[in-house]
């Protein structure tokens, strides 16, 4: 899919109110939430498809994202189908699981932490540092085709709605980042110093 989507970052200090004035423009309010912390998380490791369940305090997490997502009204409930996606969308309801949402695949290097692949992938580490964008990972994706292939999902998703309550989307910081750089007009070398905590929620409008 092309980078020039119809899509939109609005910035609230609580997305979870905002979908409104979305949903009145006419355009689709998605709600995007990152999974609980992961073991890999805590320890700074590459995840990508491994299929790592939520810590402790990640279940602490969910539950407490579900809490607030309580009173929420909502069109429909996705997830990724790696563990720590299904988990926390579970903590919220009964998720529709896409493959294409999955988190970006790190292919040889998932499992290891920064300072092993500096070590054994310098080359790698390097043109990932420059600009991640086309930065082919050995035997995984580019953050470029992680982006592309999660805002298809997104679309498909949408196509299936129409302008109301949000469409939850529950996902990885790496795929679902790179479609917020993309809403944002922002490069995809920005996922570096995208801050996006666990179950951190960012709102999008989608124009249909």
Not at 89 to 97: D, K, S, V
Not at 144 to 157: F, K, N, S, Y
């Amino acid at each position: 899919m092309p980078h020039h989507t119809p899509i939109a970052v609005v910035e609230s200090v609580d997305p979870l109110s905002s979908w409104r004035e979305v949903a009145a423009s006419g355009n689709l309010p998605l709600l995007l939430i990152r999974h609980g912390r992961t073991a890999s998380n805590a320890r700074r490791r590459l995840a990508g498809r491994l299929d790592d369940p939520l810590d402790d305090e990640g279940i602490v997490q969910a539950r407490a994202l579900a809490e607030r997502l309580s009173a929420l009204p909502r069109a429909a409930l996705y997830a990724s189908p790696l563990l720590r996606a299904r988990q926390t969308a579970e903590a919220i309801g009964a998720p529709y699981l896409d493959a294409d949402l999955q988190e970006m695949d790190h292919g040889d290097l998932e499992g290891m932490a920064g300072a092993d692949v500096a070590a054994r992938y310098p080359e790698v580490l390097a043109a990932w540092g420059r600009d991640p964008s086309d930065a082919l990972i050995p035997g995984g994706e580019t953050l470029r085709q992680c982006r592309d292939r999660t805002l298809a999902a997104l679309g498909r998703i949408v196509s299936a709605h129409r302008p109301g309550p949000p469409i939850v989307v529950v996902g990885h910081k790496l795929s679902l980042g790179s479609v917020l750089l993309t809403a944002r007009g922002e490069p995809l070398k920005g996922i570096h110093s995208l801050d996006w905590a666990n179950t951190g929620i960012y709102l999008l409008s989608w124009a249909r």
